[in-house]
């Protein structure tokens, strides 16, 4: 049996999390709005201006329970976390490998190879069900180049050289979105290409904001297989970057983040009236939007796929765990090579 375990995300501004008894309780303005036991919870994530108390903060770090503090727009802030855990073998072996660039080289090789593949089922899928004849031809012809450029990260010399493919693919993939939205929704939500920090349009202030909620699953899936969150292979290392973390989510961006943004848009759920646009051009999810995204975000992290590996039907939200682990053995030599997860 699989379980999900559940995060608690709080965007009411002022709101008030704290502890009673053995349960979680949420009060706004002196009035209690939520009461959850904490042996359901994995995690906490506050949005914006939420208040913990102490003794809640103690509790999550006894219990091996996250807190995350994020900003309005999702951005990571800063965690609480208790005593590191891990494998130390495990650990010196993965900064080992780390320092070997041919190793660092295949891993990242395998990472990019997945993103792409995943990218191209993505524009593929788009084409099947475009109506228009002319982007359907489009969003094929996209997903032949990114084809093409599986070729040439497979035969990259360097990591530079990897990365400047991915780099070219993502914008030829991004150039290919606005053909799957929906033609109704194409004036609300076009994207000028990928921008962040801060983000110009509707569709890239909400993938960023799918992206950060999904960073924070991949990092926590790093850190549960005993691994060193800060030290990637793809992405370089930099204090205070979870460069491990941003190198596993590579590969869930495209299939999970993208395609719920585009569910998302194409259905309705979202309108440009759930963002906010900010002075100097900024754009951002409003609160009723951030609360329709997290809500289809933790019903997407329920549904349930067949893993290609291990054949068993899991939660889309264990693929981070199930992917992480992959990443252990890799650098225990267990796996000849980093296998990632690739959707159909």
């Not at 009060?27 to 042996?39: A, I, T, Y």
């Not at 890799?330 to 959707?343: D, F, H, K, Q, S």
């Amino acid at each position: 049996m699989h379980s999900v375990q559940n995060t608690l995300y709080v965007m009411t501004p002022n709101a008030y999390a704290h502890l009673e008894n053995a349960t979680l309780r949420i009060d706004v303005e002196h009035e209690k709005k939520l009461q959850v036991p904490l042996h359901h919870l994995n995690g906490l994530v506050c949005f914006g201006n939420v208040m913990v108390s102490p003794g809640l903060m103690h509790r999550l770090a006894d219990e091996g329970k996250s807190l995350i503090l994020l900003d309005n727009s999702g951005r990571f802030k800063a965690r609480l976390e208790g005593p590191v855990s891990g494998n130390i073998l495990l650990r010196q072996a993965h900064h080992r490998l780390a320092s070997e660039p041919a190793f660092s080289l295949e891993f990242a090789r395998a990472v990019v190879v997945g993103k792409l593949k995943n990218s191209r089922t993505n524009l593929q899928r788009g084409a099947r069900e475009a109506a228009d004849v002319d982007e359907a031809a489009t969003l094929t012809r996209s997903a032949n180049n990114l084809a093409a450029s599986v070729r040439a990260a497979v035969v990259a010399n360097n990591l530079d050289e990897l990365r400047g493919v991915e780099g070219e693919a993502a914008r030829g993939y991004f150039a290919a979105l606005n053909l799957i939205v929906k033609p109704q929704a194409r004036a609300s939500f076009a994207l000028n290409g990928r921008t962040r920090r801060p983000p110009l349009d509707r569709f890239n202030a909400l993938i960023s904001f799918l992206y950060a909620m999904s960073m924070n699953d991949c990092r926590s899936a790093c850190e549960a297989a005993g691994l060193d969150v800060q030290l990637g292979f793809l992405h370089a290392v930099r204090p205070g970057r979870a460069a491990l973390a941003l190198d596993l989510q590579e590969e869930f961006r495209s299939i999970i983040c993208d395609r719920l943004a585009l569910t998302l848009i194409n259905r309705g759920q979202i309108t440009a009236t759930d963002f906010d646009e900010r002075e100097g051009g900024a754009v951002m999810l409003g609160d009723k939007g951030r609360r329709i995204v997290v809500t289809a975000w933790q019903e997407r992290k329920q549904e349930e796929i067949i893993h290609p590996l291990t054949e068993n039907k899991i939660p889309i939200g264990l693929l981070p765990f199930i992917q992480a682990r992959f990443i252990a053995r890799t650098v225990r030599g267990e796996m000849e090579g980093y296998l990632p997860y690739l959707t159909k």
